[in-house]
T-cell receptor, first 113, second 114 residues
Framework: GAVVSQHPSRVICKSGTSVKIECRSLDFQATTMFWYRQFPKQSLMLMATSNEGSKATYEQGVEKDKFLINHASLTLSTLTVTSAHPEDSSFYIC?????????FGPGTRLTVT | QQQVKQSPQSLIVQKGGISIINCAYENTAFDYFPWYQQFPGKGPALLIAIRPDVSEKKEGRFTISFNKSAKQFSLHIMDSQPGDSATYFCAASKGDGSARQLTFGSGTQLTVLP
C-alpha cells in the first residue's frame, strides 16, 4: 500500500497567490523527505531535501524564498509556493527516504492561472 | 553534466514482446540502481532495484542486467503487456552518510500495443 500521501492532488490558483502542498509519511517516521518538480514529458527534478527539525537544503537554481519547505514533524513536510506565477505550473512530487529506496507520493498538479 | 543517460526516449512493443531500456552512468561511486514506473498523473513507483555486487536481478517479468565495467544497466520486460505502457525511469544513488539522493535518467515512454 501507499507509504506517502500528498494533499491536494490538484490545485488551481490565481497568479500572485500562495498554495501549500502537504506530504505525509503513512507507515514510518521520515527524517528526510525530498521535493521534486516534473514538467510534462520530462524527468523529475530535485528541488530540495527536507530534514525534520532543520532548514531544507535547496538545489541550485531553486528559490528558497519562493518555495518554502517546512518539516516540523517526522510524518509531515509541506511545500508552499509563494506568489505563484503561471511558470510555476507543474507536477510536484514528494518522496520519503528509506535505507536505499525512495518512496514517492502520488503528486500534486498545480495550475496557476 | 548528465550523470545517468537513458535510451531510448520512446519505445513501442507488441504485446508479448520484450521491452529493453538502457541506462549508462558516469559516477563510479553510485552503488544503488533502481527503476521506477510512472503512469500519467501519478507519482513514480519503485519497480525493481539492483546493487553492483550482482550482474542480474529478476522479479517476475522484470529483469535488471548490470555491467559494472561498462557502467551500464538495463531493464528487460518480458512478455510485455498493454498494462505495462508507462514511463520508465532509471536512477542511481550513492551513500555518503546523509540521505541518499537519486539521480534520474531522462525517462522512456513505453507503449505496448495490444
Amino acid at each position: 500500500g501507499a507509504v506517502v500521501s500528498q494533499h491536494p492532488s490538484r490545485v488551481i490558483c490565481k497568479s500572485g497567490t500562495s498554495v501549500k502542498i502537504e506530504c505525509r509519511s503513512l507507515d514510518f517516521q521520515a527524517t528526510t523527505m525530498f521535493w521534486y518538480r516534473q514538467f510534462p514529458k520530462q524527468s523529475l527534478m530535485l528541488m530540495a531535501t527536507s530534514n525534520e527539525g532543520s532548514k531544507a537544503t535547496y538545489e541550485q537554481g531553486v528559490e528558497k524564498d519562493k518555495f518554502l519547505i517546512n518539516h516540523a514533524s517526522l510524518t509531515l513536510s509541506t511545500l508552499t509556493v509563494t506568489s505563484a506565477h503561471p511558470e510555476d505550473s507543474s507536477f510536484y512530487i514528494c518522496s520519503q527516504s528509506g535505507t536505499y529506496e525512495q518512496y514517492f507520493g502520488p503528486g500534486t498538479r498545480l495550475t496557476v492561472t | 553534466q548528465q550523470q545517468v543517460k537513458q535510451s531510448p526516449q520512446s519505445l513501442i512493443v507488441q504485446k508479448g514482446g520484450i521491452s529493453i531500456i538502457n541506462c549508462a552512468y558516469e559516477n563510479t561511486a553510485f552503488d544503488y540502481f533502481p527503476w521506477y514506473q510512472q503512469f500519467p498523473g501519478k507519482g513514480p513507483a519503485l519497480l525493481i532495484a539492483i546493487r553492483p555486487d550482482v550482474s542480474e536481478k529478476k522479479e517476475g517479468r522484470f529483469t535488471i542486467s548490470f555491467n559494472k565495467s561498462a557502467k551500464q544497466f538495463s531493464l528487460h520486460i518480458m512478455d510485455s503487456q498493454p498494462g505495462d505502457s508507462a514511463t520508465y525511469f532509471c536512477a542511481a544513488s550513492k551513500g555518503d552518510g546523509s540521505a541518499r539522493q537519486l539521480t534520474f535518467g531522462s525517462g522512456t515512454q513505453l507503449t505496448v500495443l495490444p
